[in-house]
Structures are given as structure tokens and as C-alpha cells.
């Protein structure tokens, strides 16, 4: 369970962080190019984490080791559909 809460709390940092480019942009902070930029890597990085965490979910639902559960690469998250 301590993962777990490990997991959602790195996510909740990246939501945070996603927030404050957006209102860097609104603000001027930086461009829209780099909005974007930086966007891409942390969604690519929170499709990571929320995989994870249904990885780790799910091992424990069919009674497996929930640390078994590994980050998989974007390229294959990436493709997942929801």
C-alpha cells in the first residue's frame, strides 16, 4: 500500500506542476512552444504512473506481488486506448 500512496503522491505533484505551466503561460512566463514541451513530458510521465498503478492494482486483485509491477516504456503506454 505504501507504493501505492507513493505513486498517487508523485502523480499529484505532476498535476501541480501541470497547473503551474499552464498559468506560467497565462501569465507570460514562458511561450507556448515550451508550454507544450513541457506538457508532453509530463503527461508522457503521468500515462507512466497511472499504468503503474493499475499494474500494481491489478497484481494484487489476482493475488500476485503488486512489486512485481514494473514502468513500462511510452512507447508502450502510449498506445494504450481507454
Do not use: N
Amino acid at each position: 500500500m505504501e507504493h501505492e500512496q507513493q505513486i498517487l503522491s508523485r502523480i499529484s505533484e505532476m498535476v501541480a506542476a501541470e497547473h503551474r505551466l499552464r498559468e506560467s503561460l497565462r501569465a507570460g512566463g514562458i511561450d507556448m512552444t515550451e508550454e507544450h514541451q513541457r506538457l508532453g513530458t509530463l503527461e508522457r510521465e503521468l500515462d507512466q504512473c497511472w499504468d503503474l498503478l493499475r499494474q500494481r492494482r491489478a497484481k494484487a486483485e489476482f493475488g500476485q506481488d503488486p512489486d512485481e509491477a514494473r514502468v513500462r516504456p511510452v512507447s508502450q503506454v502510449e498506445g494504450y486506448q481507454s
